[in-house]
């Protein structure tokens, strides 16, 4: 706080230093994260309306750091992203999911995170392929899930892409719908399996009247083109009528269940059970 001029210029630049450090020693950390058995894969239901019952799990990316504690996805995947290391991690994430999704009754399926980088790369395909061989998951049984961003540019190669996957046989499902990017014409150059609406229209649904709408014309859209609606980040009975009301097919939040270690699987389908 003395000599003011030179002293903050200094301090801006070492707290610069000390950030490009923290991030240097985390991607040190993440890249060893996976082979020291730090990563585990958590898992959160989707609750089908007219089934009522969990019809799939999201597979949702933990890091249990030594010293740092759990790390948030949200931290972690954009570095993974800009590093590289998304590509390891997330076929390792890929191969797990599939594994631990074969030993559950198969009238549930399970959804992962795919993420751009892992997408443009040209091994998707067969690590999908090896995933779902090694594991013996049935093709249909896996949905992957993708985002707007990767229409943004080279809308060819990435609809190209999504074909060759869903000539595998898996589901294809557009993750944060309505966020960034949005443009109807994608929806009818390719036939997703299912639209998941981003939390923030639900967080609106108890705020603004327009949310209901939003949600009307996303699901009556999606209805007419035969996709199914999945509402994300649904916290309350009130969200939980209104989707319903509005025709969503499934619901996924806090209101089911956070996210839960795979061993916690079976005491939640008991639990969440129709009868
Ligand atoms: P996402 O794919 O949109 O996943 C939904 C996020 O919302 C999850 O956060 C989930 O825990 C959280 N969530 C679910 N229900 C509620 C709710 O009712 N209220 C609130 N406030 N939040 C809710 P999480 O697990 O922290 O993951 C954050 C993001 O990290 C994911 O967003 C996804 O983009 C990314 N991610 C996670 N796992 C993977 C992965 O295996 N691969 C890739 N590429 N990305 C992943
Ligand atoms: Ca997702
Ligand atoms: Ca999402
Ligand atoms: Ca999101």
Not at 73 to 78: A, D, G, L, R, W
Not at 166 to 171: M, S, T
Not at 217 to 224: N, P
Request: proline content about 4%.
């Amino acid at each position: 706080a003395k000599d003011e001029g030179k002293g903050s210029h200094r301090f801006f630049e070492s707290a610069m230093d000390a950030e490009a450090q923290a991030r240097r020693a985390m991607e040190i950390d993440l890249h060893d994260a996976l082979r020291k058995g730090e990563l585990e894969l958590y898992f959160q239901p989707l609750f089908g309306l007219s089934q009522n019952r969990v019809t799939a799990f999201e597979a949702l990316l933990r890091w249990n750091h030594p010293e740092r504690g759990m790390v948030s996805p949200v931290q972690f995947i954009p570095l993974a992203e800009e590093t590289g290391l998304i590509i390891p991690i997330g076929e390792w994430a890929l191969h797990e999911a599939c594994r631990i999704a074969a030993t559950w009754a198969d009238d549930i399926r399970i959804a992962v995170n795919i993420s751009p980088v892992q997408f443009r790369s040209a091994t998707l395909n067969s690590i999908v392929l090896q995933a779902l061989a090694r594991s013996g998951l049935a093709p249909h049984r896996l949905e992957l899930e993708i985002t707007e961003s990767l229409f943004i540019d080279n809308v060819e190669a990435t609809l190209g892409s999504l074909h060759s996957l869903r000539a595998l046989g898996v589901r294809i499902a557009l993750d944060d719908f309505g966020t960034g990017y949005s443009s109807l014409s994608y929806l009818r150059s390719f036939p997703f399996d299912k639209l998941k609406i981003d939390r923030s229209f639900i967080v609106d649904l108890l705020a603004h009247d327009g949310a209901t709408a939003i949600i009307r014309a996303i699901t009556t859209l999606a209805d007419a083109l035969g996709i199914e609606t999945t509402a994300e980040g649904v916290e309350s009975s009130e969200q939980l009528e209104i989707l319903r009301t509005e025709g969503c097919n499934q619901i996924q939040g806090y209101f089911f269940s956070r996210p839960i270690p795979a061993g916690q699987v079976a005491a939640l389908l008991d639990k969440l059970s129709g009868d």
